[in-house]
């Protein structure tokens, strides 16, 4: 399997309801980035964790994060019908000479219904 | 703050012919990276400049690939000739540092289609 495994692939909810996305990485990271595109547009950064940290929030964004699983997950509170989008999560690797590079999971694809 | 810049927005070539994807990235930023998402693949590194310098090009798939960063500014990709599997969406991110400790900005992506 790959680095960055997320699930669900696709997720779909009522607005107003909380979405939660899992993510699951191999190797020792640096941090955990999140992301979102929307169709046809660039990927825009959401949030980082570092790896010393448990947990970060960010609006109506929570991010938590579990080295000793290699997981992460990201909850939207309350989402909108503008939060539909691919989310991805992305690491950086800790050791060698990455210089930084992003290791990208397949992403989830999230509807958000009126 | 202007962002991350790419162009074209799309483009439609045929199998063996060249096509030249530019980046232009904020300002400043010395770190520039190229992506790759190939239809139903995961997002996919294939080379990280900074400034004009190849510091990491591990993931360029083979020699048709050709990344130049002259002066240090905006960046091409060219693939010659190009093979139906080249077919994707192809990001170019822009960064300060090069330990990705802050993020990244990329741009919206340029979608190839090789037919």
């Known amino acids: 399997s790959q680095q960055g495994e997320e699930d669900p692939q696709a997720l779909s909810i009522q607005e107003g309801e909380n979405a939660t996305m899992n993510c699951s990485y191999k190797t020792s990271i640096n941090n955990l980035q999140w992301y979102r595109q929307n169709s046809g547009r660039g990927l825009v950064h959401l949030i980082l964790?570092?790896?010393?940290?448990r947990e970060k929030h960010s609006g109506r964004l929570r991010v938590t994060l579990d080295t000793s699983k290699k997981s992460s997950s990201l909850l939207i509170t309350a989402s909108r019908a503008a939060d539909t989008a691919s989310y991805f999560c992305?690491?950086?690797?800790?050791?060698?000479?990455?210089?930084?590079?992003?290791?990208f999971g397949q992403g989830t694809i999230l509807t958000v219904h009126p | 703050e202007a962002g991350v810049t790419q162009f074209p927005s799309h483009s439609v070539i045929e199998k063996g012919q060249t096509v030249t994807l530019r980046c232009d990235p904020i300002?400043?930023?010395?770190?520039l990276y190229w992506y790759r998402r190939v239809m139903g693949k995961e997002i996919k590194f294939l080379l990280h400049?900074?400034?004009?310098?190849?510091?990491?090009e591990s993931g360029m798939p083979n020699n048709r690939f050709l990344a130049e960063r002259t002066g240090g500014t905006y960046s091409t990709l060219k693939v010659q000739p190009a093979e139906l599997e080249d077919s994707g969406v192809y990001f170019c991110?822009?960064?300060?540092?090069?330990?990705?400790?802050?993020?990244?900005?990329f741009g919206s992506g340029t979608r190839l289609t090789v037919v």
């Open positions: 991110a822009s960064s300060l540092l090069s330990a990705g400790n802050y993020g990244y900005t």
């Open positions: 300002s400043g930023h010395d770190n």
């Open positions: 400049f900074v400034k004009e310098s190849k510091q990491d």
């Open positions: 964790i570092r790896s010393n940290e």
């Open positions: 992305a690491t950086v690797y800790a050791g060698g000479t990455s210089y930084g590079k992003l290791t």
